[in-house]
């Protein structure tokens, strides 16, 4: 029957290969030489678990019910390969979770708390101030510059010493001037004898001009008198015609030559007036060239211009100065001024008439007004004046420093932050805020604008009663975090 049929499969690494054919019709001679093996083989395939495979029983079961066919095979659980992808999965997702919270928390940094300097926000009246740094000055000084050069030959006054007004304080010797002084006085002697001796001729030419007029009108009224008489005489034909023409020409003839010199005097007398106003010009301008070197030789002598105190005098006996040479000040006790320099940045912004509030002098501070701005810029900074209003520091001296910071604005109310080391970083974009449970601080960009000694004024991203991190930011990194230990 069919399934009283029985195949034996392939065993591989046996000495024989199994024939396809059924049992019962395998030849007698292969039967005989392969039945041992096959049993060995087979039956331990086929053999349920817990059996040996030697024994006789164990080989019916085999055989006659297939149990060995059927069997469930059990897997382990924990297997090297299956716990290698667990924890590879694991670490995945661990490296995925930890670039998420790096993405969304941005980079973070530990730092201590007590090495930070954490300052609120507040909203005050602020003002804008810049800081400046003077030095005191004599409100009024006057320079002492030689007028002319020469030899120092004197020296009145030392440097230190309080002097009065024109009192000498060195004196000059200057040849070439003091020669060219005698040439003008008799230059000036020379053209004064001219004029005189023009003046002279022309009064003596005035007196013959005069006298000569005298003897004419003398000459006329007489040949008038004889004309008249003759012409008389000749109506009665008692004198001929030519003595009354002779008296009649005569008499004409002085007229008209009289007419003739008085003519002549006056235009002579003009010219002479106009060359002896030239001259008396030419005598004036050698008056005044005299004058002038006379003030050249006075000015040798170095005379103080003003009453005050001698604070600076470079000269040295034999020394030999050209004009011009700054000899030294005198500075005028009539109070004091401090001098500063301004960046430049400011120019446009300082004005005179501004306020500035000292520091403390003495303990006490004082009220300055911007008197004067210099308009020259050198070294990237201008200077200005200021006078100190009211009460002066009683204890000030020339040369002393004072720093004061000048008003640059009214005081208004504002959200203003306390200045510090973050700036330098930042540049005024970004800060670092404090968080409500003081636990860390995250990074925030805002605006600055205005700023004072003390204080910059908040334009934008911050509000009153938050707290910032105002120390420098230079071992941060730009952290977008700091996590406070």
Same mark, same amino acid.
């Given at each position: 029957?069919?399934?009283?049929?029985?195949?034996?499969?392939?065993?591989?690494?046996?000495?024989?290969?199994?024939?396809?054919?059924?049992?019962?019709?395998?030849?007698?001679?292969?039967?005989?030489?392969?039945?041992?093996?096959?049993?060995?083989?087979?039956?331990?395939?086929?053999?349920?678990?817990?059996?040996?495979?030697?024994?006789?029983?164990?080989?019916?079961?085999?055989?006659?019910?297939?149990?060995?066919?059927?069997?469930?095979?059990?897997?382990?659980?924990?297997?090297?390969?299956?716990?290698?992808?667990?924890?590879?999965?694991?670490?995945?997702?661990?490296?995925?979770?930890?670039?998420?919270?790096?993405?969304?928390?941005?980079?973070?940094?530990?730092?201590?708390?007590?090495?930070?300097?954490?300052?609120?926000?507040?909203?005050?009246?602020?003002?804008?101030?810049?800081?400046?740094?003077?030095?005191?000055?004599?409100?009024?000084?006057?320079?002492?510059?030689?007028?002319?050069?020469?030899?120092?030959?004197?020296?009145?006054?030392?440097?230190?010493?309080?002097?009065?007004?024109?009192?000498?304080?060195?004196?000059?010797?200057?040849?070439?001037?003091?020669?060219?002084?005698?040439?003008?006085?008799?230059?000036?002697?020379?053209?004064?004898? =001219?004029?005189?001796? &023009?003046?002279?001729?022309?009064? %003596?030419?005035? +007196? #013959?001009?005069?006298?000569? !007029?005298?003897? @004419?009108?003398?000459?006329?009224?007489?040949?008038?008198?004889?004309?008249?008489?003759?012409?008389?005489?000749?109506?009665?034909?008692?004198?001929?015609?030519?003595?009354?023409?002779?008296?009649?020409?005569?008499?004409?003839?002085?007229?008209? =030559?009289?007419?003739? &010199?008085?003519?002549?005097?006056? %235009?002579?007398? +003009? #010219?002479?007036?106009?060359? !002896?106003?030239? @001259?008396?010009?030419?005598?004036?301008?050698?008056?005044?060239?005299?004058?002038?070197?006379?003030?050249?030789?006075?000015?040798?002598?170095?005379?103080?211009?003003?009453?005050?105190?001698?604070?600076?005098?470079?000269?040295?006996?034999?020394?030999?100065?050209?004009?011009?040479?700054?000899?030294?000040?005198?500075?005028? +006790?009539?109070?004091?001024?401090?001098?500063?320099?301004?960046?430049?940045?400011?120019?446009?912004?300082?004005?005179?008439?501004?306020?500035?509030?000292?520091?403390?002098?003495?303990?006490?501070?004082?009220?300055?007004?911007?008197?004067?701005?210099?308009?020259?810029?050198?070294?990237?900074?201008?200077?200005?004046?200021?006078?100190?209003?009211?009460?002066?520091?009683?204890?000030?001296?020339?040369?002393?420093?004072?720093?004061?910071?000048?008003?640059?604005?009214?005081?208004?109310?504002?959200?203003?932050?306390?200045?510090?080391?973050?700036?330098?970083?930042?540049?005024?974009?970004?800060?670092?805020?404090?968080?409500?449970?003081?636990?860390?601080?995250?990074?925030?960009?805002?605006?600055?604008?205005?700023?004072?000694?003390?204080?910059?004024?908040?334009?934008?991203?911050?509000?009153?009663?938050?707290?910032?991190?105002t120390s420098s930011y230079d071992t941060f990194n730009e952290a977008d975090r700091l996590v406070f230990r």
């Amino acid at each position: 029957m069919e399934r009283n049929k029985t195949y034996i499969p392939l065993v591989k690494g046996s000495a024989s290969q199994a024939s396809p054919y059924p049992s019962s019709s395998v030849p007698a001679h292969m039967s005989s030489e392969s039945e041992p093996q096959k049993k060995s083989s087979i039956d331990t395939l086929l053999a349920p678990r817990g059996s040996t495979s030697g024994g006789s029983s164990s080989g019916r079961q085999s055989r006659g019910g297939g149990e060995g066919m059927d069997r469930k095979i059990e897997k382990k659980t924990w297997t090297p390969k299956r716990i290698g992808m667990i924890v590879g999965g694991v670490a995945f997702i661990a490296l995925i979770a930890w670039g998420l919270s790096t993405t969304a928390g941005g980079r973070k940094l530990n730092v201590d708390l007590e090495r930070l300097t954490v300052s609120e926000v507040t909203f005050e009246p602020f003002q804008e101030m810049i800081p400046g740094t003077g030095n005191v000055e004599p409100r009024t000084t006057v320079f002492l510059d030689a007028v002319e050069g020469g030899r120092i030959e004197e020296i009145f006054v030392l440097e230190g010493e309080t002097v009065a007004k024109d009192q000498p304080i060195l004196r000059l010797s200057n040849p070439t001037l003091q020669l060219s002084l005698l040439q003008t006085e008799t230059q000036r002697i020379e053209q004064n004898n =001219r004029l005189e001796d &023009t003046r002279f001729q022309v009064e %003596q030419a005035a +007196l #013959r001009t005069q006298q000569d !007029i005298t003897d @004419m009108d003398y000459n006329i009224r007489r040949l008038q008198r004889d004309h008249e008489r003759n012409s008389a005489l000749y109506e009665r034909q008692l004198i001929s015609a030519a003595e009354f023409e002779r008296t009649r020409d005569e008499y004409d003839y002085w007229v008209r =030559r009289r007419d003739l &010199t008085t003519r002549a005097w006056s %235009q002579d007398s +003009l #010219r002479q007036r106009i060359q !002896i106003d030239q @001259m008396e010009q030419a005598v004036q301008r050698m008056d005044e060239n005299f004058d002038i070197i006379n003030q050249r030789l006075e000015n040798l002598t170095l005379r103080a211009p003003v009453a005050g105190t001698l604070s600076q005098l470079n000269a040295e006996l034999g020394e030999l100065k050209n004009s011009g040479f700054r000899f030294g000040q005198v500075d005028v +006790l009539d109070g004091f001024k401090v001098r500063a320099g301004i960046d430049e940045f400011h120019i446009s912004r300082v004005q005179r008439g501004q306020r500035a509030i000292t520091n403390p002098i003495a303990g006490q501070e004082y009220e300055m007004i911007v008197r004067r701005v210099y308009p020259e810029v050198v070294n990237s900074r201008f200077e200005i004046d200021l006078d100190f209003v009211g009460d002066v520091p009683p204890s000030i001296r020339r040369g002393q420093t004072v720093r004061f910071r000048i008003e640059m604005s009214d005081p208004a109310d504002a959200v203003v932050v306390s200045q510090g080391g973050f700036f330098q970083t930042t540049g005024g974009n970004w800060i670092y805020v404090v968080d409500e449970s003081g636990d860390f601080a995250e990074k925030r960009p805002i605006r600055l604008g205005r700023k004072n000694l003390e204080v910059y004024e908040v334009t934008e991203g911050l509000q009153p009663g938050e707290r910032v991190v105002t120390s420098s930011y230079d071992t941060f990194n730009e952290a977008d975090r700091l996590v406070f230990r």
